[in-house]
C-alpha cells in the first residue's frame, strides 16, 4: 500500500508541473513591428512561452523559411508569400487565417509647404519611394494603385525602392524623397511625416496579413500558441489601436 501511495503522490506531482515552456521564432512583416513588440510580454504572461521577432520585408522572410530558417510562425503582409511557404509544405495544417487588413497613404515630409492634391500630383514629384515594387507586398500594392490609376509609367523612372515599407518611410522622413507611398499604420507611428491622402480602399489592391504556424520551427507547439494568441481580444484591441483592421473573411474564424 505504501508502494502505491508513493506512486499515486508521484503523479500527482507530475500532473502538477505546467507544460514546458518554450521560445517561439516569429517571422514578422516589418509593418507589424510596434503592435508585435508591445504583445511580445503579453503572450508571455498569457502562454508561459517567450517569442522572439525577426522583422523584414513579407518576401525576404518567406525566401527564408523555404530555404530552412526555423521559424515557428509568419505573419506576412500578403497572402502571396504565406501561399509559398505553404506550397513547400511548411505551414501546420488548420493554423491559417487572414487576420488583418490595412490601407495605402502617401505622406510626405512633416516640413514640406504646399499640398499634394490627389494621385496626379505625384507627376510634379522628383522621387517616390515604395518598398521595393518588384517584390515587396507594400510596394507590390502600390505599383497595383498606381497602374489601375493610370500613373505607373509615368512615375516609374522616379520611383526609389526601398528594401521594406519602414525604409521607404524613413527616406520620406529623413528627406531624401519627396513623398512615399506606405501602410496607413507605419504613417500613424511617424512624427516626421504627415498623410497628403489617404488611398480609396475600392482603387487599391486588397491588403490582407494571414498568420500560420509553421511545421519545421524548433518550437511548433510555441507557434501555435503565438498564432491562438493573435486572435485573442488583448491582441486584437492592440491591434485596432495601431490602426490595423480585420479582413471581412477572418471574422468569426479561428485557428485551433
Not at 508569400?81 to 488548420?94: F, H, I, K, N, S
Not at 490601407?103 to 522621387?127: C, H, I, M, Q
Not at 526601398?162 to 507611398?181: F, I, K, N, P
Not at 498564432?227 to 486584437?236: E, G, N
Amino acid at each position: 500500500m505504501r508502494g502505491l501511495s508513493l506512486l499515486c503522490a508521484s503523479l500527482l506531482l507530475l500532473a502538477a508541473v505546467p507544460a514546458r515552456s518554450e521560445k517561439a521564432l516569429v517571422f514578422a512583416a516589418a509593418s507589424a513591428t510596434d503592435a508585435l513588440q508591445e504583445l511580445g510580454p503579453a503572450f508571455t504572461k498569457a502562454t508561459g512561452h517567450e517569442v522572439e521577432f525577426a522583422f523584414g520585408a513579407s518576401s525576404d522572410l518567406a525566401r527564408q523559411a523555404v530555404a530552412g530558417a526555423p521559424a515557428d510562425a509568419f505573419l506576412s503582409a500578403d497572402v502571396v508569400r504565406l501561399d509559398t511557404v505553404e506550397r513547400a509544405g511548411l505551414v501546420q495544417p488548420g493554423t491559417r487565417l487572414d487576420l488583418l487588413s490595412n490601407r495605402l497613404v502617401v505622406v510626405v515630409p512633416l516640413d514640406v509647404k504646399g499640398r499634394l492634391a490627389g494621385p496626379e500630383g505625384l507627376k510634379g514629384l522628383k522621387r517616390l519611394a515604395l518598398a521595393d515594387p518588384a517584390a515587396v507586398p507594400a510596394g507590390v500594392y502600390a505599383k497595383g494603385w498606381l497602374e489601375k490609376a493610370g500613373l505607373w509609367k509615368a512615375l516609374e523612372a522616379k520611383v526609389v525602392p526601398a528594401l521594406d515599407v519602414r525604409a521607404a518611410l524613413s527616406a520620406v522622413e529623413s528627406g531624401r524623397v519627396d513623398a512615399g507611398v506606405v501602410y496607413a499604420t507605419d504613417a500613424a507611428q511617424s512624427k516626421r511625416v504627415r498623410v497628403a491622402f489617404v488611398v480609396p480602399e475600392a482603387d487599391a489592391p486588397r491588403i490582407v496579413y494571414p498568420v500560420a504556424a509553421l511545421a519545421k520551427g524548433k518550437s511548433p507547439e510555441a507557434g501555435r500558441a503565438f498564432v491562438r494568441f493573435l486572435q485573442s481580444d488583448v491582441a486584437r484591441k492592440t491591434f485596432e489601436r495601431h490602426g490595423f483592421g480585420v479582413p471581412v473573411a477572418a471574422e468569426g474564424k479561428r485557428a485551433p
